[in-house]
């Protein structure tokens, strides 16, 4: 383990013990994470809100163990995670004029998807492949009530620090982690200057802080209606107040988060942001990594957890996943399109 995943979890919060890790993924060729993920052009994010006639248990293991593994079988994703969140945390942040931090309950979203592509020829691939076309599409009623799906700018979503080095997470992470959405304020002159400034004058220097673990920014384009659509999922935004950029935060302790708002200066902070809503992420699970399914990606967290449990390095074995699961272990590698 290196010496920067050590520190990430001997910084965890002290009134929770750290669950073992069940499941732990090679490394991508000892590429940090930051550099696999910059390396793609593309990004996609889907808030999801579950359908509210199932249990929420249910919905979060069916996206990742049935609708997930589906991702891990479509050609051109070079990352594919599914965050589960938890509902907004108003208090972690200091009073601000003009800026709320409170969200209805019923705007919040429960999951965040986040794919990755390394080029337009790849998104092209995975848009137009059978599954991704329409057993995807046609799946994701069974557990979602309202999607919201938006493709960054080309080149947008950028990776600025990654102290986690995790590249593969499975489960809870070892650090206080946060998804941060931003609704853009009454003096954002337009979409563009918005993401510059979220860019360029929060997340940059918020990187930079000591006790900042990893950060994420992905500007988002007004929203209009999903970018991935889905018979019998509603897509209109649960509110007024639809974002225009969120950042993936994870930081040593809660108290960091406040203290990285105080540094922004307040009067250019109201001017450009209405409303920030912070929802704690409970749980990562990665189906994708550096272009090649994960093995929780191949064959669903269940599985992979009881052969560990039960120490069965053969069902591990390459070989065994090839004969299993033919090209699709191989991913971007491999994996070709289909008609």
Known sequence: ???EKQAAKDTARPDEELPAEPIAEAEAGGVDTADLENAAELALTAFCWWRADIPQ??????WRDVHGI???????????RQLRL???????????????????????????GHGLFLSEADLAAFAGDPLARETIPGDAHNFIGRIGAQLSPPGGGRTLVDRVDDPAMQGPPPV???VLCFVPGSGAASAEAFHRYLTEHVARPWSGHPDVMRLRVEPLPPYERSAMGSPGVAYQWPSEETYLGWMELAVRSEGVVGDLLEGVAADGLAEQVGAVHAYPVREV?????AGRPTEVGLRGYPAVRTI????????RDEAVLELLFGDAVHGLDRLGRRA
Do not use: H
């Not at 560990?308 to 069902?315: K, R, S, T, Y």
């Open 308 to 315: 560990i449990a039960a120490g069965v390095e053969d069902q």
């Open 57 to 62: 248990e249910v919905c979060e293991n069916y």
């Open 176 to 178: 206080p982690t946060f």
């Open 285 to 289: 699970y990665t189906i994708v990594s």
């Open 70 to 80: 589906m991702f891990a079988r479509a050609p051109g994703l070079w990352q594919c």
């Open 1 to 3: 383990m290196s010496e």
């Open 86 to 112: 938890a509902a907004n945390r108003p208090d972690l942040w200091p009073k601000v004029q003009g800026v709320s931090f409170d969200a209805p309950d019923a705007a919040q979203p429960q999951g965040v």
